[in-house]
């Protein structure tokens, strides 16, 4: 069980393109989703959290223009790079949280397999 | 002071040896607990949810010691799969987590 399915799992375009990653939890409802990059030999660093039917919450330093995240239902969310650029270029992760009430806070978060991003 | 910190390593054992990792955390309220395992290039995956009575799954084995704020993970019979970034991870609370740098173990034959 907890299976998070990320798509795609490697793009590789031109500068000023715009990428949407999908991520999906396939076997629960991700009451809350979370959007990580990587890079090389680096911790995990958080962009954003979100909840089903809201706005996402974006981390310090983060551009929420930039990096537009759509959470629309328990299952699906979205990230939108916007006119992307070689700096961009990354290791975008997705993680999915399920739980309610007590246990809530004993859930762990579930990784898709992330996508390699390569901005030319 | 950082929310969570780990040794980074490397770590670097033979196939067979015990090896065990410790995680600190700064809160005193953080609610759970747990270590994950990533693979070069790869998505981090659950290891396992670390318990107060601490808790065993085959060959590793989780603790946590809410007076001196660590939890630790134990491998025993290391085989070179083993060989990852073990993840420390700590919920301080709702959907607050904070990751630890991760410890790189190497497992040799």
């Known amino acids: 069980g907890a299976v998070v399915s990320q798509h795609p799992s490697r793009v590789i375009c031109k500068s000023g393109t715009s990428v949407k990653i999908e991520c999906r939890s396939l076997?629960?409802?991700?009451?809350?989703m979370f959007w990580y990059r990587q890079f090389p030999k680096q911790s995990l660093m958080l962009m954003a959290t979100?909840?089903?039917?809201?706005?996402?919450?974006?981390e310090q330093g983060v551009e929420k223009d930039k990096f537009l995240i759509n959470h629309a239902s328990l299952t699906l969310s979205t990230l939108t790079v916007t006119s992307a650029h070689p700096e961009d270029s990354s290791f975008y992760i997705c993680?999915?949280?399920?739980?309610?009430?007590?246990?809530?806070?004993?859930?762990?978060?579930?990784f898709g397999d992330g996508t390699r991003l390569s901005i030319l | 002071r950082k929310e969570v910190e780990q040794d980074p390593g490397p770590f670097n054992v033979p196939e067979g040896a015990t090896v065990a990792f410790n995680c600190t955390y700064s809160?005193?309220?953080?609610?759970?607990f747990f270590w994950y395992r990533q693979d070069c290039r790869k998505e981090p995956k659950l290891l396992m949810s670390?318990?107060?009575s601490g808790n065993e799954d085959g060959r590793f084995t989780a603790q946590l010691n809410r007076a001196s704020q660590y939890i630790s993970l134990l491998i025993r019979d290391s085989k070179l799969s083993d060989s990852a970034t073990y993840l420390c991870?700590?919920?301080?609370?709702?959907?607050?987590?904070?990751f630890g740098t991760g410890t790189s173990l190497t497992v040799i034959p």
């Open positions: 993680s999915a949280r399920s739980g309610t009430g007590g246990a809530y806070s004993n859930q762990p978060q579930h």
């Open positions: 076997d629960f409802q991700a009451t809350t």
């Open positions: 979100s909840n089903e039917g809201s706005k996402a919450t974006y």
């Open positions: 809160n005193s309220a953080s609610q759970s």
């Open positions: 670390v318990y107060s």
């Open positions: 991870v700590v919920n301080k609370a709702g959907n607050q987590f904070y």
